[in-house]
């Protein structure tokens, strides 16, 4: 079973960046395609970005297009989400997640099987 914890929200203007991280812990994290999630109030949890086991494919939401960048150092056993051109309608609760299963990367949450806290991300305008 692995740990995974969020680091790297906060408050932050329109147009700025962030960058969120997802630390692993328990097991390796290569063994897991990766993927980060978002929830804003009242409003389902949707999804953001997901890697690959090795790094090498990634699959975006259309809303996060050009702006995020997912990333992942399976050294450091850490994922990474870097957020430009944030958007007041970025803002919301954001979850790493881990998906055990071999050969997908997967945009639904029903695929992962753990989750972090989640950290959150407040975008003014």
């Known amino acids: 079973q692995v740990q995974l914890v969020e680091s790297g929200g906060g408050l932050v203007q329109a147009g700025a960046s962030l960058r969120l991280s997802c630390a692993a812990s328990?097991?390796?994290?290569?063994?897991?395609?990766m993927g980060w999630f978002r929830q804003a109030p009242g409003k389902k949890r949707e999804f953001v970005a997901a890697i690959s086991r090795t790094g090498r494919n990634t699959n975006y939401a259309d809303s996060v297009k050009g702006r995020f960048a997912i990333s992942r150092d399976n050294t450091k056993n850490t994922m990474y989400l870097q957020m430009n051109i944030l958007k007041p309608e970025d803002t919301a609760v954001y979850y790493c997640?881990?998906?055990?299963?071999?050969?997908?990367?997967?945009?639904?949450?029903?695929?992962?099987?753990?989750w972090g806290q989640g950290t959150q991300v407040t975008v003014s305008s």
């Open positions: 328990g097991r390796t994290l290569s063994n897991y395609a």
């Open positions: 997640a881990a998906d055990s299963s071999q050969g997908r990367l997967s945009s639904s949450d029903y695929d992962y099987d753990y």
